[in-house]
T-cell receptor, first 110, second 114 residues
């Protein structure tokens, strides 16, 4: 079945550590997105990419970085510059106006 | 930035009742009007969507009503069930755009009381 695979499901980060969240899709969609969701809150856009080797900052890009070396993959790195990274991270792809989301990664700072 | 206003923020409905969630938008160029359903700890999933050439679309107990002149669309859940308890988001956008900063509504937390 086609879809978005995010890993790991749970991730723990120590203070000052960079961590990378994986996002893979087999839907052959060009556009991919990363969103952050805090408890009881909506979705906030971190980064998005329209094509390979191109990506754009969203509304809360500070402290995050991405790459898009392959159409299928759009990893997100949470750097030590992100002071409050504890949240639920969602990866998605877009086609014809509709999103397909992954199952999310819950990141916790310990 | 284009505004999307979703209401209510939370909603409690008795089992068997009708749940209604509203979404207002500004951009008249939007041509795709979806609702997403999210359960705790899961990613949102597309529930139902409508295009502006029709005023209503029904899929089982879920109906979208679209009012182009008012720039609003609504989700109606008939015979609401406890399994419908979730958070619902609207995200109107352009279906022809391959990528853009699509804005989600702030979400509606729906609770169905048995």
């Amino acid at each position: 079945d086609g879809g978005i695979t995010q890993s790991p499901k749970y991730l723990f980060r120590k203070e000052g550590q960079n961590v990378t969240l994986s996002c893979e899709q087999n839907l052959n969609h060009d556009a991919m997105y990363w969103y952050r969701q805090d408890p009881g809150q909506g979705l906030r856009l971190i980064y998005y990419s329209q094509i390979v080797n191109d990506f754009q900052k969203g509304d809360i890009a500070e402290g995050y970085s991405v790459s898009r070396e392959k159409k299928e993959s759009f990893p997100l790195t949470v750097t030590s510059a992100q002071k409050n990274p504890t949240a639920f991270y969602l990866c998605a792809s877009l086609r014809d106006g509709g999103y397909t989301f992954g199952s999310g990664t819950r990141l916790t700072v310990v | 930035q284009q505004q999307v206003k979703q209401s209510p923020q939370s909603l409690i409905v008795q089992k068997g009742g009708i749940s209604i969630i509203n979404c207002a938008y500004e951009n008249t160029a939007f041509d795709y009007f979806p609702w997403y359903q999210q359960f705790p700890g899961k990613g949102p999933a597309l529930l139902i969507a409508i295009r502006p050439d029709v005023s209503e679309k029904k899929e089982g107990r879920f109906t979208i009503s679209f009012n182009k002149s008012a720039k609003q669309f609504s989700l109606h859940i008939m015979d609401s069930q406890p399994g419908d308890s979730a958070t619902y988001f609207c995200a109107p956008n352009w279906s022809h755009s391959s990528a853009s900063k699509i804005i989600f509504g702030s979400g509606t937390r729906l609770s169905i009381r048995p």
